[in-house]
């Protein structure tokens, strides 16, 4: 099992990027992906989840509006659309894949079994 992520980068405030996550060796109908980030000296913080079965999807206050999570089963890859980007959005992004994921527990890491590397993300003002 692997999650890869890519599409990190410099991007200017009021900027998008597109963040992706491409899963190896399991199933979006059996785990949610969960997107989360962390800044220097600061805890790792969810953003957003999308969930199994009814593919629902939620968001942090903090990025909502501005952030879109979304899937594409055909090459099982999840995707964050973020845009207009804050400088206070800097962190490295990572993806995460939890077996059969409730939303209530969506923005707990302890909720994830698997992990992608992690893509930096840098918005500058």
């Known amino acids: 099992v692997q999650l890869v992520e890519s599409g990190g980068g410099l991007v200017q405030a009021g900027g998008s990027l597109r963040l992706s996550c491409q899963a190896f060796?399991?199933?979006?109908?059996?785990?949610?992906i969960g997107w989360f980030r962390q800044a220097p000296g600061k805890e790792r913080e969810g953003v957003s989840c999308i969930v199994p079965n009814n593919g629902n999807t939620y968001y942090a206050d903090s990025v909502k509006g501005r952030f879109t999570i979304s899937t594409d089963n055909a090459k099982n890859t999840v995707y964050l659309q973020m845009n207009s980007l804050k400088p206070e959005d800097t962190a490295v992004y990572y993806c995460?894949?939890?077996?059969?994921?409730?939303?209530?527990?969506?923005?707990?890491?302890?909720?994830?079994?698997?992990w992608g590397q992690g893509t930096q993300v840098t918005v500058s003002s």
């Open positions: 060796g399991f199933s979006f109908d059996d785990y949610g």
């Open positions: 995460a894949g939890g077996w059969a994921l409730d939303h209530r527990r969506g923005y707990s890491p302890a909720a994830y079994e698997y």
